[in-house]
């Protein structure tokens, strides 16, 4: 993975992120009861985005990891 490509899953994942919360937070209405998890997807999308940025840090050349496996 490059970094064009790593930038936008980035971008996609804190747009997906932002846009899942947005749509969780709005007002229960009761006759339409939600059947999707937007919690779930904006944990997991908040988790994609750490896991790129952290994949940035050792695009950068910085070691992340723990050193006996490198």
Do not use: K
């Not at 996609?12 to 932002?18: D, F, G, R, T, W």
């Not at 007002?27 to 919690?39: G, H």
């Not at 840090?57 to 070691?63: M, Y």
């Amino acid at each position: 993975m490059d970094w064009v490509f790593t930038l936008v899953a980035l971008a996609i994942c804190v747009s997906l992120a932002v846009f899942s919360e947005w749509w969780q937070a709005r007002p229960v209405d009761i006759m339409r009861p939600r059947l999707f998890p937007w919690r779930a997807v904006t944990i997991i999308a908040a988790f994609a985005a750490f896991l790129m940025i952290v994949h940035l840090v050792n695009l950068a050349g910085f070691v992340t990891g723990d050193p006996r496996y490198r």
